[in-house]
């Protein structure tokens, strides 16, 4: 294959991910749907609550195993180890160690990517001030609100510099200060040429950051389109009416 040809970042075919809702129970949370998202490209998944947009992002980074269908990310099956080194991870209500600093924790997660010494709190340095947390990263975690936590998340998910990264709702419990910087964190990730994978149902930020968008409903992937052939000027009304007409199914 000629290396010039960018492959796509995540490659989605026909997957397909029961849950079980009680033990005799179970419905099809992701129900065959496909993918193909470029490199470089910040893709908003959009759906209602419940629809499988956190499912569909553990199936990408392997936490959970698909029932059928296959998924390459970065090239490789998901969860492969290699893949994983170029991954961040932001979760949707990111979980620390509560009597550890927020310098501590991040130091932790670097030398899970085999990072230490002077590199490893130099990059965590740069982090503390991407996400403004220089101020508040000797306290202990336990004592971090909301915002402060999701800020925490996104340093420790940038703390290996990867290239594609999977945000999980990045927005949600952050106040509108705390918004506008993840925006402007996420903004400058795309302008470094970052894959970007996020989830939301906050249609404004959507409407702000997105190259591409899917609308995922009870599983099913029912819409997807380029974000500017929706709304040339990113409007949060106009993606709101594409949204709304695309959530029946
Ligand atoms: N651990 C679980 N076991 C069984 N069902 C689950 C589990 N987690 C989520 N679900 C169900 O899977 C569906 C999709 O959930 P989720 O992916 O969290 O949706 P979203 O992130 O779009 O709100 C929902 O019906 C949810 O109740
Ligand atoms: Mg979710």
């Not at 010494?117 to 220089?134: F, K, N, T, Y």
């Not at 795309?190 to 894959?195: A, F, L, S, V």
Request: aromatic letters at 6%.
């Amino acid at each position: 294959m000629n290396a010039q040809v960018s492959q796509a970042a995540i490659k989605v075919t026909n997957l397909v991910k029961r849950r079980e809702t009680t033990l005799l129970k179970s419905f099809l949370a992701i129900n065959g749907i496909n993918l193909e998202i470029a490199e470089g490209i910040t893709y908003g998944l959009i759906g209602p609550n419940g629809a499988g947009k956190t499912t569909t992002i553990k199936l990408l980074l392997g936490l959970l195993k698909a029932d059928s269908g296959e998924i390459k990310v970065l090239g490789k099956p998901a969860g492969d180890h290699d893949a994983l080194r170029r991954i961040g991870f932001l979760p949707e209500s990111p979980y620390f160690y509560s009597h550890l600093t927020g310098r501590e924790y991040l130091t932790f997660t670097g030398q899970l990517f085999g990072m230490q010494g002077p590199a490893l709190q130099d990059r965590i340095g740069e982090l503390l001030q991407l996400v403004s947390m220089e101020a508040r990263a000797e306290e202990r975690t336990g004592a971090y609100s909301k915002g402060m936590l999701q800020r925490l998340g996104m340093a420790a998910a940038l703390v290996n510099d990867p290239d594609l990264l999977f945000l999980d709702e990045p927005m949600s419990g952050l106040d509108p200060v705390g918004r506008m910087d993840m925006r402007k964190i996420i903004t400058a990730l795309k302008e470094k040429g970052k894959t970007i994978f996020f989830n939301s149902h906050l249609l404004p930020d959507v409407a702000h950051l997105c190259d591409k968008v899917g609308v995922l409903c009870q599983g099913k992937l029912t819409a997807e389109e380029d974000l500017l052939s929706i709304t040339p000027e990113r409007s949060a009304a106009a993606l709101e009416e594409y949204f709304l007409a695309n959530i029946e199914v």
